[in-house]
């Protein structure tokens, strides 16, 4: 099994070479806390973080 990554630009944790949200291959495997955005328009948190779309994000990189 892949280890997941967290990309360094939005924070999305996934498995692969690039990141499905922005495209980018810049990535930390050494991450702290997840959560999962289900409703990014109406959570705070995702506010917060700044999050656009679902997933499950990196809380700290």
């Known amino acids: 099994m892949a280890k997941e ?3 360094k630009h939005c924070k999305l944790i996934y ?3 690039l990141c499905p949200s922005c495209g ?6 050494n991450f702290k806390g997840k959560i999962e955005i289900i409703d990014p328009e109406k959570s705070e948190l ?3 973080l700044k999050v656009t779309k679902k997933g499950i ?3 700290k990189l």
Request: glycine share 6%.
């Open 5 to 7: 990554k967290a990309c």
């Open 57 to 59: 994000y990196a809380v």
């Open 24 to 29: 980018k291959k810049e990535f930390s495997d």
């Open 15 to 17: 498995d692969g070479d």
């Open 46 to 48: 995702a506010k917060k």
